[in-house]
């Protein structure tokens, strides 16, 4: 988001830009403003990080617990082209907490949407019933799993 100016036809004498970032596990918050730092290049522009919480910088959880082999075998035996490999979500998680604790933390994307729509967090956000039941079963394919 952009911020810079009074009125359309004034030169502004201070701008602003807010950058929402979404960083790997193991990065921390310093290395990603350092990074940003490094990019502009120039020691007159400020760059510090909002106020908030600061996620813990964690490994990323192993591809090699029973949990992650149990959904592996079960989205697997689901569909007979499923590859399983780990991705990173474009939204913010809590992962990182339950990692530093030593939880190991997966997404399984069970709930399928149709078609190419995106309506996740919208005000139309839905699934249908049988994706909703599909997923479902798989969730407990992969608890059984275990």
Same mark, same amino acid.
């Given at each position: 988001m952009l911020t810079a100016? *009074?009125?359309i036809n004034v030169i502004p004498n201070v701008a602003e830009a #807010? $950058? =929402?970032? !979404? @960083? +790997? /596990?193991? %990065?921390? @918050? %310093? %290395?990603? $403003?350092? @990074?940003? !730092? !490094?990019?502009?290049? =120039?020691p007159a522009v400020d760059v510090s990080p909002a106020p908030g919480q600061n996620m813990p910088a964690t490994e990323p959880s192993s591809l090699t617990t029973p949990l992650y082999l149990a959904m &592996?075998? $079960? +989205? #697997?035996?689901?569909?007979?082209?499923?590859?399983?490999? /780990?991705y990173m979500s474009r939204g913010a998680t809590d992962?990182?907490? +339950?990692? %530093?604790?030593? *939880?190991a933390v997966y997404g399984a994307p069970v709930f399928l949407r &149709?078609?190419? &729509?995106?309506r996740a967090h919208g005000n139309d956000e839905r699934i249908s019933l049988k994706n909703m039941d599909a997923g479902t079963i798989l969730l407990w394919q992969i608890v059984q799993g275990l």
């Open positions: 100016g *009074m009125k #807010q $950058v =929402d970032v !979404r @960083r +790997l /596990p193991n %990065e921390t @918050r %310093e %290395e990603i $403003v350092a @990074r940003i !730092r !490094r990019i502009i290049g =120039d &592996e075998k $079960v +989205l #697997q035996q689901a569909s007979a082209h499923a590859v399983v490999i /780990p992962g990182s907490y +339950l990692r %530093e604790k030593g *939880m &149709e078609g190419n &729509e995106s």
